[in-house]
């Protein structure tokens, strides 16, 4: 099940069928090889949860985690060999770090310690073998600009209508960008 949803650069370009539903497919899988790492991916996911979610409301908060997780495997595509094939909620999760930085600064926050928690898990990106700080790099930019959509919209009658437009042209760039990446990936053959 896992090879058949776990995504490589190669599965969004022209190399192999396409198969780009796997950018967020990804997501909803995890390497078995490392247990710790999907407990602390789970963890950070229930703990920002509670926090995000009743911030941003259930629509919202499913709508960045999806984007947050979307933008972990453009960076993934962008940024590594397109053969390289990753699985796991850590980009996600990162996006969820990114919009919870984001909403604490916007309601005035002290935003320190969730620093420090980025910082950790960012240095572990590169130390522990086998994640990918690819996607821990794109879930952060992806579930910051999101959360910065949804926080930093002005109030008025059409608040939602705004941010739902906003998130649709966040989705849309990240499309754009897996365009430009997938015509980016050289031959492996």
């Known amino acids: 099940m896992t090879d058949a949803l776990a995504y490589a650069g190669i599965y969004t370009s022209e190399f192999v069928s396409p198969e780009p539903w796997r950018m967020v497919t990804a997501a909803f899988l995890h390497s078995t090889g490392f247990l710790l790492h999907i407990g602390f991916n789970m ?4 703990i920002m949860g509670q926090a995000l979610e009743p911030l941003l409301g259930r629509a919202r908060f499913l ?17 590594t060999n397109p053969l390289q094939g990753v699985v796991g909620a850590s980009g996600a999760v ?9 909403v604490q600064r916007r309601r005035g ?11 950790i898990n960012t240095v572990l990106g590169f130390v522990v073998p ?30 939602s209508l705004i941010q ?6 966040l989705t849309l760039v990240l499309v754009a960008l897996t365009v430009v990446g997938a015509n980016l990936v050289a031959s492996p053959f």
Do not use: C, E, K, N
């Open 164 to 169: 739902w437009a906003g998130l649709t042209g």
């Open 43 to 46: 963890y950070a996911l229930w």
């Open 130 to 159: 086998g994640i990918s700080w690819q996607a821990h790099l794109g879930g952060l930019l992806a579930g910051g600009a999101a959360a910065a959509i949804i926080a930093y919209t002005p109030r008025s009658p059409r608040r």
């Open 109 to 119: 926050g002290d935003v320190r310690q969730l620093v420090v928690l980025i910082a």
């Open 63 to 79: 709508a960045l985690y999806l984007i947050a997780a979307f933008g972990g495997s453009v960076a993934v595509l962008l940024l």
């Open 94 to 102: 990162f996006g969820l770090f990114g919009a919870m930085l984001i």
